[in-house]
């Protein structure tokens, strides 16, 4: 074996290490200093109906409400490390219209991006189907989703469809704050 194959090896076993271990590191091998992302270990899917009660358990871990949650209601992207879901984001479709929800993100994995990411899956996935504009209602992440270029509406000011929803009307709490994007 030559050396420039020993190294390639060596990077390999490294890179396989670091996928297996979870951890985002700069490996070293005579002189590689190339990060390893999260796009290295972490995979993004649409979400089966079987999936359902892991994303129920993951939004009960996040704190967030599921009651409403049923097969073919909602759409749902999941993020996923060796099959194990760590995060989801889903959306329901009414008309032209989409409401966010259920985005979460198991503790130890935040700050990676992942939510982004998910969020960025949810739209094309929407497009697909003739959204063309989100609403959603959010008690903690009306910063993260201010900086994605959502703007805060008023509650009121939701098309009809988006209103009547159970999340509206019935499970977010009335000082939610309201937010919509333009797809």
Known sequence: MSTEDSKQSLQEKYAELARKSLVRTQYSCSGNSTSLEESDFISYRTATVEELSAIIQLLDECKLPHSDIVPGKQHFV??????????????????????????????????????????????????????????????????????????????????????????????????????????
Request: charged fraction near 20%; glycine fraction near 6%.
């Open 78 to 183: 999941v993020a996923e490390i060796d099959r194990k879901i760590i995060g989801c984001a889903g959306y329901e479709a009414y008309d032209q219209n989409g409401l966010f929800r259920s985005l979460a993100v198991k503790p130890l994995y935040r700050n990676m991006m992942i939510a982004h990411t998910m969020i960025d899956n949810i739209f094309a996935l929407a497009h697909e189907q003739g959204i063309k504009e989100f609403f959603l209602l959010t008690t903690t992440a009306d910063k993260l989703f201010g900086e994605l270029g959502w703007e805060m509406i008023n509650r009121n000011d939701v098309p009809e469809n988006i209103g009547s929803t159970t999340e509206f009307s019935s499970i977010c709490p009335s000082v939610a704050i309201c937010m919509k994007h333009q797809l």
